[in-house]
């Protein structure tokens, strides 16, 4: 566990420490319910940050819990000032904030700026006539002359991304549900407005921002059409590809070279607090390249993550490795953020149907690679995919794709803490998703009695990038593969650090590089060389060792 927080004065004076950092995901609804309603809450944090503590990590990441409608769960905003009661109130954010800070824990929360809900106030004036104050802070187009849509862009939920409305007699955009008008981030007082937010919060003691959809805040002012995409560029690692969303190139409707004006801005807002934002960009096909474009330089957001290690299947050595030099690439004065699971997507270890081995040498693995780490809640206990059946669906991807897409309830349901109620200790009334019977076996009371459980490990590998600079923040010499072993080395100062990582289920044999090195690692099953100077990598096992 890091060192205390006292203030935020003494926060700021290290600028750089999200550089390395491992950022633990809540998704508040389900991490803890402190009142019995069902639905976790900020208190229900506050109740769990020192098991947070214990893990080691460096920052927590809370998905939204402002004022919302709940159309999609907190990510469509009526009120960024203020917590939905849901969630509690701004006494209970601020009790996060003392309490995490008082155990050594930083606190990010989840800013959606690229578009609010439609009972927002500033939609409701701006969709109110035509001349009022507002009438520009979101993207208004009229119809084409036949009355149909301004051009062709989709929304990633489904159907053409333009509404009607008829009381301005226009159509708006909203790239999300119909629900989730799109801001126009090309009115200098939208962004004024934006970043006001983010003082409000800053000012509360928030210590950095992950930023929802960045690429999506700014659009090609003159709507050109998004051209087709051809058949065999297209993949799901946005979208499933039952989405016709799919089949466009996103050239117009986001990625607009702009956006990285209104970032500087932002970052400027953020530097006396010593706060740091880490970006999700969503892009199937430039999503590298759009982190290295918003990470660039010292003047832009910290960090970002694309959707590589996202996707749906297990990366192989050669996935691997093309993905980190792809990034060397194009993203070489950039800053990464890598994640396996979050609250979109099917959790990795259904989703690559990986075994408990597995599931450590990747834990490991993340831990050692060049970037920062997010973990969601619940990774740490090997969580699979809950199943939640349609009747129980709260999801309006899932319910609109279903049954092809089930949506993202399966990750979403409730963290369990001990197994004695079918609630998992989640909350003492029904929660607002079931709890799956077969999490409650890997609760976190359960694995803490068994030494060898999952939990352990990730704590272990925490602790194992901390004490060594060289994984946590050290370069690196280009990842590579041999077979089905991933292999590199970091080095920051005079430490050096090899590590390999055998990413298959067959037995692999394989070399040191020259040089004297000493086995590390021997807590994260550790492969040391063997009589005959050579490793012999069980399945799924890594080496670690530093140059003497």
Same mark, same amino acid.
């Given at each position: 566990?890091?060192s205390?927080?006292?203030?935020?004065?003494?926060t700021?004076?290290?600028?750089?420490?999200?550089?390395?950092?491992?950022?633990y995901q809540?998704?508040?609804?389900?991490?803890?319910?402190?009142?019995g309603?069902?639905?976790?809450?900020? !208190?229900?944090?506050?109740?769990?940050?020192?098991?947070? $503590?214990?893990?080691?990590?460096?920052? =927590?990441?809370?998905?939204?819990?402002?004022?919302?409608?709940?159309?999609?769960?907190g990510?469509?905003?009526?009120?960024?000032?203020?917590v939905?009661?849901m969630?509690?109130?701004?006494?209970?954010?601020?009790?996060?904030?003392?309490?995490?800070?008082?155990?050594?824990?930083?606190?990010m929360?989840?800013?959606?700026?690229?578009?609010?809900?439609?009972?927002?106030?500033?939609?409701?004036?701006?969709? $109110?006539?035509?001349t009022?104050?507002?009438?520009?802070?979101?993207?208004? /187009?009229?119809?084409?002359?036949? &009355?149909?849509?301004?051009?062709?862009?989709?929304?990633i939920?489904?159907?053409?991304?333009?509404?009607?409305?008829a009381?301005?007699?226009?159509?708006y955009?909203?790239?999300?549900?119909?629900?989730?008008?799109?801001?126009?981030?090309?009115?200098?007082?939208?962004?004024?407005?934006?970043?006001?937010?983010?003082?409000?919060?800053?000012?509360?003691?928030c210590?950095?921002f992950?930023l +929802?959809?960045?690429?999506?805040?700014?659009?090609?002012?003159?709507?050109?059409?998004?051209?087709?995409?051809?058949?065999?560029?297209?993949?799901?690692?946005?979208?499933?590809?039952?989405?016709?969303?799919?089949?466009?190139?996103?050239?117009?409707?986001k990625?607009h070279?702009?956006?990285?004006?209104?970032l500087?801005? !932002?970052?400027? *807002?953020?530097?006396?607090?010593?706060?740091?934002?880490?970006? @999700?960009?969503?892009d199937?096909?430039?999503?590298?390249? =759009?982190m290295?474009?918003?990470?660039?330089?010292?003047?832009?957001?910290?960090?970002c993550?694309?959707?590589?290690?996202? /996707?749906?299947?297990?990366?192989?050595?050669a996935r #691997?490795v093309?993905?980190?030099?792809?990034?060397? @690439?194009?993203?070489?004065?950039g800053?990464?953020?890598?994640?396996?699971?979050?609250?979109?997507? =099917?959790?990795?270890?259904?989703r690559w149907d990986?075994?408990?081995?597995?599931?450590?040498?990747?834990?490991?693995?993340?831990?050692?690679?060049r &970037?920062s780490?997010?973990?969601?809640?619940?990774?740490?206990l090997?969580?699979?995919?809950?199943?939640?059946a %349609?009747?129980?669906?709260?999801?309006?991807?899932?319910? @609109? %794709?279903?049954?092809?897409?089930?949506?993202?309830?399966?990750c979403?349901?409730p963290?369990?803490w001990?197994?004695?109620?079918?609630?998992?200790?989640?909350?003492?009334?029904?929660?607002?998703?079931?709890?799956?019977?077969?999490?409650?076996?890997?609760?976190?009371?359960?694995?803490?009695?068994?030494?060898?459980?999952?939990l352990?490990?990730y704590?272990?590998?925490?602790?194992?990038?901390?004490?060594?600079?060289? *994984?946590?923040?050290?370069?690196?010499? &280009?990842?590579?593969?041999?077979? +089905?072993v991933?292999?590199?080395?970091?080095? @920051?100062?005079?430490?050096?650090?090899?590590?390999?990582f055998?990413?298959?289920?067959?037995?692999?044999?394989?070399?040191?590089?020259?040089?004297?090195?000493?086995? #590390?690692?021997?807590?994260?099953g550790?492969?040391?060389?063997?009589a005959?100077?050579?490793?012999?990598?069980?399945?799924?096992?890594?080496?670690? /060792?530093?140059?003497?």
């Open positions: 566990m890091n205390n927080l006292a203030t935020t004065a003494e700021a004076i290290d600028k750089d420490w999200w550089r390395g950092a491992v950022i809540i998704y508040p609804r389900s991490f803890q319910d402190s009142n309603d069902g639905v976790g809450d900020l !208190l229900g944090i506050v109740q769990r940050l020192p098991y947070i $503590a214990s893990l080691g990590v460096d920052a =927590i990441w809370i998905s939204p819990f402002f004022m919302s409608p709940m159309k999609d769960f990510y469509d905003v009526s009120d960024y000032c203020d939905d009661p969630f509690g109130s701004l006494a209970d954010f601020d009790a996060v904030v003392e309490t995490a800070h008082r155990l050594g824990i930083r606190v929360i989840d800013l959606v700026l690229s578009h609010t809900s439609d009972q927002h106030l500033w939609f409701a004036e701006s969709r $109110a006539n035509r009022n104050d507002k009438a520009n802070w979101y993207v208004w /187009a009229d119809p084409k002359p036949d &009355g149909t849509p301004p051009n062709n862009w989709l929304s939920f489904g159907g053409s991304a333009w509404q009607w409305d009381r301005r007699e226009q159509y955009l909203h790239n999300f549900l119909v629900s989730q008008p799109d801001l126009n981030f090309h009115e200098p007082a939208v962004q004024d407005a934006l970043l006001d937010v983010a003082r409000f919060w800053l000012n509360r003691g210590d950095g992950r +929802d959809t960045i690429n999506f805040y700014m659009h090609d002012a003159a709507l050109r059409d998004n051209p087709a995409l051809p058949p065999e560029r297209r993949n799901a690692t946005i979208a499933p590809s039952v989405n016709p969303y799919n089949h466009q190139e996103h050239l117009y409707d990625n070279p702009e956006n990285t004006k209104f500087a801005r !932002l970052r400027a *807002v953020m530097e006396p607090y010593g706060a740091a934002a880490v970006g @999700e960009v969503g199937a096909q430039l999503g590298l390249e =759009i290295g474009e918003y990470t660039a330089g010292d003047d832009l957001v910290q960090m993550y694309a959707f590589e290690f996202l /996707a749906k299947d297990q990366p192989t050595a #691997i093309h993905v980190m030099n792809r990034v060397d @690439e194009v993203a070489a004065e800053w990464a953020c890598w994640a396996f699971s979050n609250h979109d997507v =099917i959790r990795h270890a259904s990986l075994p408990p081995a597995a599931q450590r040498m990747f834990a490991t693995l993340i831990m050692c690679l &970037g780490v997010c973990i969601y809640q619940g990774e740490e090997g969580l699979p995919e809950a199943d939640v %349609f009747e129980d669906l709260q999801d309006p991807y899932g319910i @609109e %794709f279903w049954p092809e897409f089930k949506g993202r309830d399966g979403r349901t963290m369990v001990e197994p004695s109620n079918q609630n998992g200790g989640f909350s003492a009334a029904k929660p607002w998703l079931p709890v799956a019977s077969e999490h409650l076996h890997l609760s976190v009371a359960a694995q803490e009695d068994e030494p060898g459980a999952l352990h490990h704590r272990k590998a925490i602790a194992f990038r901390h004490t060594h600079p060289a *994984v946590s923040i050290g370069a690196h010499d &280009g990842v590579k593969a041999k077979g +089905d991933v292999y590199f080395t970091r080095t @920051e100062g005079n430490q050096t650090i090899f590590c390999a055998n990413v298959s289920e067959t037995p692999s044999d394989f070399d040191l590089p020259a040089g004297s090195w000493t086995p #590390i690692g021997a807590e994260l550790s492969a040391h060389t063997s005959d100077g050579r490793l012999h990598l069980g399945p799924w096992q890594v080496c670690l /060792a530093l140059r003497s």
